[in-house]
């Protein structure tokens, strides 16, 4: 009950990607989260951008070929979530509206 109360709404990356055929089109079905992620990297220069704060080194967003050692952490994992839930808002927010800036909206739809 107080999961609920604090998190209303909960969002599952690989439901909107299985369910979205924009999505689909673009990066083709994953799954996994890691192949999801890596699909995603060539959108890594467009909005949304997503950037790693000074001091989190081991945490780097990084090409397909690269490997860190804190790939495996929960850490690490929450943000390869985060990453592939922003970039698909973005590409399905490019697809639906003209101007990024209305991505709260597409959120809104998603509730």
């Known amino acids: 009950m107080m999961f609920k ?9 690989k439901y909107m990607q299985a369910n979205s055929n ?3 089109g673009e990066v083709g079905f994953q799954m996994d989260l890691t192949s ?4 995603l990297l060539k959108y ?10 000074p001091g989190f080194d081991d945490y780097k967003l990084l090409s397909v070929e ?3 050692f ?13 990453y592939v839930f922003f ?3 973005g590409i399905l927010s490019r697809n639906y509206f003209s101007d990024f ?11």
């Open 22 to 24: 924009i999505l689909t």
């Open 44 to 53: 890594h220069h467009q909005e949304p951008k997503i950037d790693i704060a």
């Open 66 to 68: 690269e490997e860190s």
């Open 36 to 39: 999801y992620y890596k699909s």
């Open 70 to 82: 804190a790939s495996h952490e929960a850490g690490y994992d929450a943000l390869i979530t985060g």
């Open 5 to 13: 109360k604090n998190f209303p709404v909960l969002y599952d990356t």
């Open 101 to 111: 800036l209305t991505h709260n909206r597409l959120i809104q739809l998603l509730i």
């Open 87 to 89: 970039k698909s808002l």
